[in-house]
């Protein structure tokens, strides 16, 4: 038998078409929710996803700021952006777009961002709510593995899920999602030993290290759910994934493609975050 497609674009469009019904319920009590993205600089990549940011929150009826700032804007004119973003009340999600320039700390500015709005979920509040298990924003690739394999139909309750890669962004907290929702979770990264011994006892297996087709058939337990988070551009221009995507196709139960599995899922939980900051902002 061979491995389910799981198709990201089609679970993604689902969460979209429920939060733009929300917020339209939303806004008829007269809120719209508000995100703010800042852009500092001008990598290519970056630019392309703060697009579609904004292109998603017009779509959701969203009310949206993109804030691009040139490469040389320093870190305090950075903070001084947040903090006005952190008291205006029409702004209910505040994103800033990374990587950031050299000469600005990352954390200096994620740690600026309020609670309430934090709707990457980065910030270390978001993050300690997270492990401690009080009620936050959860971070949008993190939260979006978790939709898709749910919404592909699979348990995650009392299964072996092997994560490989600790990065903040994704390893981690999707360990702690994992484990919330009452997986046994292995935590894999680039100093362990015997990794395909590990990996192939996974019953879940989320690959998040930015290496292309790192990961083979040998890591594959007969019948896994592997979720893909890699994009990694290949030279001949194409998109490869961290797992090598056919040949483990023949092992794996299910599988998420490079493009189309987990990427699309990303901005749609941004949405769903900023939808949720709106609601919390109202008291509703
Ligand atoms: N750059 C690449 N991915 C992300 C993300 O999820 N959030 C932010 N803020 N920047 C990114």
Known sequence: MSAQVIDGKRIAGE???EVKLEAEKLRASGIVPGLAVIL????PASAVYVGSKEKTCAEMGFHSEVHRLPGRTTQEELLELVG???RNELIHGILVQLPLPPHIAE????DAISVEKDVDGFSPQSTGNLVIGDESLLPCTPAGIIELIKRSGHEIAGKHAVVIGRSNIVGKPVAMLLLRENATVTVCHSRTENLEAIASTADILV???GKPKAIGPGCIKPGAVVIDVGVNRLDNGKL???VDYEACLPAAGAVTPV??????MTIAML????LKAARRAAGV
């Open 15 to 17: 969460v979209r078409s």
């Open 40 to 43: 500092v600089g001008d990598d």
């Open 84 to 86: 006005q973003l952190n």
């Open 107 to 110: 954390k200096a500015v994620i």
């Open 207 to 209: 690959v998040a290290i």
């Open 240 to 242: 490869a994934g961290d």
């Open 259 to 264: 493009p189309g599995g987990v990427g699309p």
């Open 271 to 274: 949405m769903h975050n900023t």
